[in-house]
């Protein structure tokens, strides 16, 4: 069983900057992809970036240039960089881990944190 703890959520000023990190209970060189998500306010959960074991990463458009996901394998730790934050961003922000095993794969996530962003 895999625990996600995310922390460094808050409110910042418009074009501020944030770092959000996610504390893994189990190796996260074990877990295929790791993530960030977020849920706005009355919207549906949607993707801001992954990272997989080998390193590559994606992003949603929304975020590109302004945000970089990036994992310490040896402290079990996932970041998200924010900057030229928007009131857009605000949601909360979920950590997400994908652990594939033969013939199933499992889903991990973490309890959120807020981010606002003021205008």
């Known amino acids: 069983q895999v625990q996600l703890v995310e922390s460094g959520g808050g409110l910042v000023q418009a074009g501020g900057s944030l770092r959000l990190s996610c504390a893994a209970s189990?190796?996260?060189?074990?877990?295929?992809?790791m993530g960030w998500y977020r849920q706005p306010p009355g919207k549906q959960r949607e993707l801001v970036a992954t990272?997989?074991?080998?390193?590559?990463?994606d992003y949603a458009d929304s975020v590109k240039g302004r945000f970089t996901i990036s994992r310490d394998n040896a402290k079990n730790l996932v970041y998200l960089q924010m900057n030229s934050l928007k009131p857009e961003d605000t949601a909360v922000y979920y950590c997400?881990?994908?652990?594939?095993?033969?013939?199933?794969?499992?889903?991990?996530w973490g309890q959120g944190t807020q981010v606002t962003v003021s205008s």
């Open positions: 997400h881990a994908l652990v594939r095993l033969p013939g199933t794969f499992f889903n991990y």
């Open positions: 189990g190796s996260i060189s074990s877990m295929n992809v």
């Open positions: 990272i997989n074991s080998g390193g590559s990463t």
